[in-house]
């Protein structure tokens, strides 16, 4: 056996050329490849490929001298992975574990992830041989997070395979049958016929040692035809192996000698020496129960040398020495990481420190600066607020000028109601007088009935007024920041037609049509009724003054005065389109967890380089003396700071405006 092994391993070196070591389109695929993990996945789904039969490790020699003539050092450490797993598979556990930490150190070095992952993979499968149980599950554990890191299906599959296989070899079935089904599931998801074939026959030796054969035989069976297909002839030893045992089980000892004498004559041509332990072990088994005796003699001397050959003292001094260098190595490697992340540390720390210390002489500096500054501006803050709080009670008090207005026409209304139905009840009374002196009790209770309802009346108009003069009072009243519930319908209706009267008594010839669309399921919504209703009244003054001043340019471009492109026909002199009429619109939304109130106005509409400006303190388009530029800016201070709402704006040049003020329920 020895003989044969040492000529395994030395066609590892026979010379070849380029054409005999790969095929073209092999080498083609590699060529292309552009990392090292690439590389390192079409050379081993080639050698994937390739019969498992006496001549692998033969081929794999001859791919191994290719890359040497090629100096390609990542093909040659790939081989290496190859060799060391087939080397462990023939009981050479010292070499295959030395090739592997070899090729592990240098995939570590060259930071190829899918390599180094491999030569974990060959790692285990050494100690996995080696019966170094303990150790093989560190590396199993490896690969299924490496597995799951690069999308690796395959490598996950073979790794719970191999935990599987130990743990099925240690005596604890049920937890081998757990992993066993795991990576037969992986194995499946991925559709690759080996990683198949070792875990269906893993999960049918669990089910043997239960000795539920019924389960085990469909399994065993499936996995040896899978592994004549492929011609992995491992995998084929390692079931007829299973089934000698099954049949020595069942007492068909010419079965078991069949399938044991199959699985000798496969391992004898591979060199397969861990399965021949195996398959001795159950020829012997056989032959003792029924004879002849020199049959039990044979093999159980060949069972006996083989086990020894496989696992002697030497052998396991050599492996426990090369596990307790590799534990040496990687506590070296892990110092080094840690002596080198310290030093990073402190580089950072001081680097840190250094900045720290600059920006603080920075800030310092321009700290010094700012107060020097800051002494000079607020001086210049003073007077400015000084001069703001003037503005605004000028604009307070031209507010109140206009809804006064507004309200002394808005009340002579009601007040007309009441003097005349006060007049007609006069009349009627003096009627009843008569008809009482003539005894008509029937024209005496008609009038009655229209002095009654004429009283009602001059009760509805006479609350008419109440409210107008109530509602005067709370605006010239200074707000008390209280919120209450309120009626947002009624508080834009009552300022719209303010507003309205207010700009006809300033202006009898103003005119324009008002039109309001409420949401009837408006909810009463907590607000500060006084700063609201300021913040209404404001827009529906702007949107009055935007559709005056667009009806003055269309009255004056039908008329001739100015001549624009777009407002007049210069043929006809007519202004294009229907004629022009002011019209400004108030509604209301209920959003469901908001608000919306719109004004809107059908005016020239805002400019474009202004519409970012329209919110900022004394920024103005009206003509000096008509506007302080305060009324949308503590309009809008009211509602996103007053109510936490929101106040923007909508505009078309030459189609209007429209302003949303949005307030949460």
Same mark, same amino acid.
């Given at each position: 056996?020895?003989?044969?092994?040492?000529?395994?391993?030395?066609?590892?070196?026979?010379?070849?050329?380029?054409?005999?070591?790969?095929?073209?389109?092999?080498?083609?695929?590699?060529?292309?490849?552009?990392?090292?993990?690439?590389?390192?996945?079409?050379?081993?789904?080639?050698?994937?490929?390739?019969?498992?039969?006496?001549?692998?490790?033969?081929?794999?020699?001859?791919?191994?001298?290719?890359?040497?003539?090629?100096?390609?050092?990542?093909?040659?450490?790939?081989?290496?992975?190859?060799?060391?797993?087939?080397?462990? &598979?023939?009981? @050479?556990?010292?070499?295959?574990?030395?090739?592997?930490?070899? /090729? #592990? +150190? %240098?995939?570590? $070095?060259?930071?190829?992830?899918?390599?180094?992952?491999?030569?974990?993979?060959?790692?285990?499968?050494?100690?996995?041989?080696?019966?170094?149980?303990?150790?093989?599950?560190?590396?199993?554990?490896?690969?299924?997070?490496?597995?799951?890191?690069?999308?690796?299906?395959?490598?996950?599959?073979?790794?719970?395979?191999?935990?599987?296989?130990?743990?099925?070899?240690?005596?604890?079935?049920?937890?081998?049958?757990?992993?066993?089904?795991?990576?037969?599931?992986?194995?499946?998801?991925?559709?690759?016929?080996?990683?198949?074939?070792?875990?269906?026959?893993?999960?049918?030796?669990?089910?043997?040692?239960? &000795?539920?054969? @019924?389960?085990?035989?469909?399994?065993?069976?499936?996995?040896? /035809? #899978? +592994? %004549?297909?492929? $011609?992995?002839?491992?995998?084929?030893?390692?079931?007829?192996?299973?089934?000698?045992?099954?049949?020595?089980?069942?007492?068909?000892?010419?079965?078991?000698?069949?399938?044991?004498?199959?699985?000798?004559?496969?391992?004898?041509?591979?060199?397969?020496?861990?399965?021949?332990?195996?398959?001795?072990?159950?020829?012997?088994?056989?032959?003792?129960?029924?004879?002849?005796?020199?049959?039990?003699?044979?093999?159980?001397?060949?069972?006996?040398?083989?086990?020894?050959?496989?696992?002697?003292?030497?052998?396991?001094?050599?492996?426990?020495?090369?596990?307790?260098?590799?534990?040496?190595?990687?506590?070296?490697?892990?110092?080094?990481?840690?002596?080198?992340?310290?030093?990073?540390?402190?580089?950072?720390?001081?680097?840190?420190?250094?900045?720290?210390?600059?920006?603080?002489?920075?800030?310092?500096?321009?700290?010094?600066?700012?107060?020097?500054?800051?002494?000079?501006?607020?001086?210049?803050?003073?007077?400015?607020?000084?001069?703001?709080?003037?503005?605004?009670?000028?604009?307070?008090?031209?507010?109140?000028?206009?809804?006064?207005?507004?309200?002394?026409?808005?009340?002579?209304?009601?007040?007309?109601?009441?003097?005349?139905?006060?007049?007609?009840?006069?009349?009627?009374?003096?009627?009843?007088?008569?008809?009482?002196?003539?005894?008509?009790?029937?024209?005496?209770?008609?009038?009655?009935?229209?002095?009654?309802?004429?009283?009602?009346?001059?009760?509805?108009?006479?609350?008419?007024?109440?409210?107008?003069?109530?509602?005067?009072?709370?605006?010239?009243?200074?707000?008390?920041?209280?919120?209450?519930?309120?009626?947002?319908?009624?508080?834009?209706?009552?300022?719209?037609?303010?507003?309205?009267?207010?700009?006809?008594?300033?202006?009898?010839?103003?005119?324009?049509?008002?039109?309001?669309?409420?949401?009837?399921?408006?909810?009463?919504?907590?607000?500060?009724?006084?700063?609201?209703?300021?913040?209404?009244?404001?827009?529906?003054?702007?949107?009055?003054?935007?559709?005056?001043?667009?009806?003055?340019?269309?009255?004056?471009?039908?008329?001739?005065?100015?001549?624009?492109?777009?407002?007049?026909?210069?043929?006809?002199?007519?202004?294009?389109?229907?004629?022009?009429?002011?019209?400004?619109?108030?509604?209301?939304?209920?959003?469901?967890?908001?608000?919306?109130?719109?004004?809107?106005?059908?005016?020239?509409?805002?400019?474009?380089?202004?519409?970012?400006?329209?919110?900022?303190?004394?920024?103005?388009?009206?003509?000096?003396?008509?506007?302080?530029?305060?009324?949308?800016?503590?309009?809008?201070?009211?509602?996103?700071?007053?109510?936490?709402?929101?106040?923007?704006?909508?505009?078309?040049?030459?189609?209007?405006?429209?302003?949303?003020?949005?307030?949460?329920?």
């Amino acid at each position: 056996m020895k003989y044969l092994l040492t000529i395994l391993i030395m066609t590892l070196f026979i010379p070849c050329t380029a054409a005999q070591g790969l095929p073209a389109s092999v080498l083609k695929d590699y060529g292309r490849a552009t990392t090292d993990s690439a590389r390192g996945r079409v050379l081993l789904r080639y050698l994937d490929q390739l019969p498992r039969d006496s001549m692998y490790l033969t081929r794999l020699g001859l791919v191994f001298d290719y890359f040497r003539q090629q100096k390609d050092e990542v093909g040659q450490d790939y081989l290496e992975v190859q060799v060391s797993r087939q080397l462990a &598979k023939t009981g @050479d556990f010292i070499n295959s574990r030395v090739k592997s930490l070899a /090729a #592990l +150190s %240098r995939f570590t $070095d060259r930071g190829d992830e899918y390599g180094i992952m491999m030569a974990n993979v060959a790692t285990a499968v050494a100690l996995s041989f080696a019966r170094d149980w303990g150790q093989s599950a560190i590396y199993y554990r490896k690969i299924i997070n490496q597995g799951e890191r690069l999308g690796d299906k395959v490598a996950i599959a073979n790794a719970y395979n191999g935990m599987a296989s130990d743990m099925e070899l240690g005596g604890k079935i049920d937890s081998a049958i757990v992993y066993a089904r795991i990576a037969l599931n992986y194995a499946e998801a991925s559709g690759d016929l080996t990683a198949r074939i070792y875990s269906g026959g893993t999960l049918g030796e669990c089910y043997t040692d239960l &000795k539920q054969y @019924d389960l085990a035989i469909p399994l065993l069976r499936v996995s040896l /035809a #899978l +592994s %004549r297909q492929v $011609d992995d002839q491992f995998a084929v030893s390692w079931s007829l192996a299973d089934f000698s045992r099954i049949y020595l089980e069942l007492n068909q000892h010419d079965s078991a000698r069949y399938y044991g004498h199959l699985a000798i004559k496969s391992c004898v041509a591979i060199g397969y020496t861990d399965i021949l332990v195996w398959v001795y072990d159950y020829m012997y088994q056989s032959f003792e129960k029924t004879g002849p005796a020199d049959s039990v003699n044979y093999y159980l001397r060949l069972y006996v040398d083989s086990k020894e050959s496989l696992f002697n003292t030497g052998k396991t001094i050599e492996m426990q020495e090369i596990s307790n260098q590799e534990h040496l190595r990687q506590h070296e490697l892990q110092k080094q990481e840690e002596q080198y992340r310290s030093r990073i540390k402190t580089y950072v720390f001081v680097a840190i420190f250094l900045l720290i210390t600059i920006i603080g002489l920075i800030l310092y500096r321009n700290n010094r600066q700012k107060q020097k500054a800051n002494n000079i501006l607020q001086e210049t803050v003073k007077e400015l607020k000084a001069t703001q709080a003037q503005l605004i009670h000028s604009e307070k008090m031209a507010s109140l000028g206009e809804l006064t207005a507004g309200i002394a026409h808005e009340i002579q209304n009601p007040l007309n109601f009441v003097n005349n139905f006060s007049e007609i009840n006069t009349e009627l009374i003096d009627e009843m007088k008569l008809e009482i002196d003539k005894g008509r009790m029937e024209e005496v209770k008609a009038l009655a009935n229209d002095i009654k309802e004429n009283e009602q009346k001059i009760s509805h108009h006479g609350k008419r007024a109440d409210a107008i003069v109530k509602g005067m009072l709370q605006h010239s009243r200074s707000s008390t920041g209280k919120k209450e519930p309120t009626d947002l319908n009624k508080l834009a209706d009552e300022y719209l037609r303010l507003a309205y009267h207010g700009l006809r008594a300033k202006d009898k010839s103003f005119n324009a049509t008002m039109k309001a669309d409420f949401d009837n399921s408006l909810p009463l919504i907590n607000v500060i009724p006084q700063d609201l209703g300021r913040v209404v009244l404001n827009l529906i003054t702007n949107a009055f003054y935007a559709v005056t001043e667009k009806s003055s340019r269309a009255g004056a471009a039908a008329s001739g005065t100015i001549f624009q492109d777009g407002e007049m026909d210069r043929k006809t002199g007519d202004f294009p389109g229907e004629k022009y009429e002011p019209t400004v619109t108030v509604s209301t939304k209920n959003l469901g967890n908001k608000v919306e109130i719109r004004v809107s106005d059908n005016g020239n509409g805002i400019p474009e380089g202004v519409m970012d400006k329209i919110f900022q303190p004394f920024f103005t388009t009206k003509p000096t003396g008509q506007g302080t530029g305060l009324g949308l800016s503590m309009s809008y201070d009211i509602i996103t700071k007053g109510h936490g709402g929101e106040l923007n704006a909508e505009t078309t040049i030459n189609k209007g405006t429209t302003f949303i003020i949005t307030l949460p329920i």
